[in-house]
């Protein structure tokens, strides 16, 4: 089937302006999961959704960045007012909520902010 | 929260031989282990996982060891080929349900 989606693949945007990433995880998957990738770095977790549950939001870096997920599947990240620094590779990962709880991860979407 | 650390942070090694990535962890309730490996461009994937009840396990020719008594945990890669070149990532599952990463090692197999 279908895997884990994202788009834009790019972005290119002006510092001081708001971004929208969207996921689309595999259908069926409760998990959803948003982490950012630096330049060379690891994946910092940003967020974490499980089913109908109240998100797990400890990793969001400042009170620009928000998500929203809605009817358990598809998921929004938004960056306000976006910095430079904020230049990354975003991606989504989703898993189901059996035991295996392999995460499978979306293609990215590579932002930059001039 | 979990903190996770992994090295080396690069690592080359002469095709054919063996390759070693240790991670540490600070959670001791943290109970899955999985590496993922990440081509230049591409999104991770999972090439293997082990879970606290376990101390070892593999898969041809890759293995991960378990120690939760000291809290750490290896990846090994043995008779490395070219195409093994990439970026592996470790984490731990915390007690929340989260996945905490590793900074990666750059593994380049020289032919």
């Known amino acids: 089937g279908a895997g884990v989606s994202q788009s834009p693949s790019n972005k290119v945007t002006e510092k001081g302006k708001d971004v929208e990433l969207r996921c689309d995880p595999i259908s069926g998957h409760t998990a959803l999961y948003w982490y950012r990738q630096s330049l060379g770095q690891g994946l910092e977790f940003l967020i974490y959704f499980q089913g109908n549950s109240a998100p797990d939001k400890s990793g969001l870096p400042s009170d620009r960045f928000s998500a929203e997920r809605t009817g358990g599947s598809v998921s929004t990240l938004t960056i306000q007012r976006t910095q430079q620094e904020d230049s990354a590779v975003y991606l989504c990962a989703s898993s189901s909520s059996t035991a295996n709880n392999e995460q499978f991860f979306g293609p990215g979407t590579r932002l930059t902010v001039l | 929260g979990e903190n996770v650390e992994q090295h080396p942070s690069t690592l080359s090694v002469q095709e054919g031989d063996s390759a070693v990535i240790k991670c540490t962890y600070s959670d001791s309730a943290s109970n899955y282990f999985p590496w993922y490996k990440q081509e230049l461009g591409k999104r991770p994937q999972l090439i293997i996982d082990?879970?606290?009840?376990?101390g070892e396990k593999k898969d041809q020719r890759i293995a991960v060891t378990l120690n939760k008594t000291a809290k750490h945990f290896s990846l090994h890669i043995t008779e490395t080929q070219p195409e093994d070149s990439a970026v592996y990532f470790c984490?731990?599952?915390?007690?929340?349900?989260?996945?905490?990463f590793g900074t990666g090692t750059s593994l380049t197999v020289i032919p």
């Open positions: 082990i879970r606290s009840n376990v």
């Open positions: 984490a731990a599952r915390g007690t929340g349900n989260q996945f905490y």
